[in-house]
């Protein structure tokens, strides 16, 4: 459900954003200072009585239409689980400025990194992405790592996005209902790079979560960063029953498609795997 006026202030924007990194660890999909999330607010929010210090920076990618729209994002080498302690010391608030080609970064005299995380471009053109299309005033977007995911990402056979969404899906009748178009695959690439970037876009677009082969996850929401982890954490817990099932001999079989087809009848979900 899209978020309604009054919009939530910055003090509980960094809260949010606090929870989910903090959830996200608890599931251990973020070791060391892997994982990162960003969150767009399309209302004015006056940042600088808590992010003093500002300096412009020139953004990735042209986005006109977000021109004095914000972004708190989390910054490079920080721990996910340690935003809790001080929000304002590991995020980062970013002002798009007229004409969308830079934007103002401000930030705490506590900050603790240098730049922003090095995944900003691929969350920034996720975001344009979805805000152009569906004039959302808020979006979310987490990256993390999940162990079993990104395990099984691994193994050829589950390189298929058919192959992996049967597979994993098939565990629990709420992962069809959270995740009714399935986790979108995208191939190995760079980390940071356009390729990543533009793949990410695409499976965004169909999915509300792809699978990066071999490194981990991205998620949104237009609803919280919370609802976002919700989506990697059903998916990381089909995969961790996928993996108990390989490691168990493959003895047990999960919903069938009928099974499947049956509670997405009942519940009026629309999806697309089964
Ligand atoms: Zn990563």
Redesign the pocket.
């Known amino acids: 459900m899209p978020i309604e006026q009054p919009y939530p202030g910055l003090g509980e924007l960094m809260e949010m954003i606090g929870a989910a990194g903090r959830r996200v660890c608890e599931i251990e999909a973020s070791e060391g200072a892997?994982?990162?999330i960003s969150v767009y607010m399309g209302w004015p929010i006056e940042p600088r009585r808590t992010f003093p210090k500002v300096r412009s920076m020139d953004l990735p990618q042209l986005v006109p239409e977000l021109a004095g729209g914000s972004f708190l994002v989390t910054g490079s080498g920080r721990r996910l689980r340690e935003i809790m302690d001080d929000p304002a010391a590991n995020l980062a608030f970013v002002t798009v400025g007229d004409g969308g080609r830079t934007a103002q970064v401000y930030t705490s005299p506590r900050c603790l990194f240098e730049r922003l995380t090095s995944?900003f471009n691929s969350h920034l053109a996720v975001h344009y992405d979805q805000i152009v299309r569906t004039q959302t005033v808020f979006h979310t977007i987490v990256?993390a790592?999940p162990l079993h995911l990104t395990y099984l990402s691994h193994i050829a056979r589950y390189q298929d996005e058919t192959y992996l969404n049967r597979h994993l899906l098939r565990w629990q009748p709420e992962m069809i209902i959270n995740l009714p178009e399935g986790i979108g695959y995208i191939p190995f690439r760079i980390?940071g790079s356009p390729q990543l970037m533009a793949d990410t876009v695409d499976g965004l677009r169909r999915h509300r979560l792809v699978l990066?082969a071999k490194?981990?996850v991205m998620a949104r929401s237009d609803a919280s960063a919370k609802r976002a982890v919700d989506r990697i954490e059903y998916a990381e817990a089909g995969a961790r029953y996928e993996c108990l099932n390989l490691a168990n001999q493959e003895q047990a079989e999960g919903l069938s498609a009928e099974e499947i087809r049956a509670i997405c009848q009942n519940f009026g979900v629309q999806q697309s795997v089964y």
Do not use: L, M, R, Y
Request: aromatic fraction near 10%.
């Open positions: 892997a994982g990162n995944e990256h790592q980390p990066w490194h981990g």
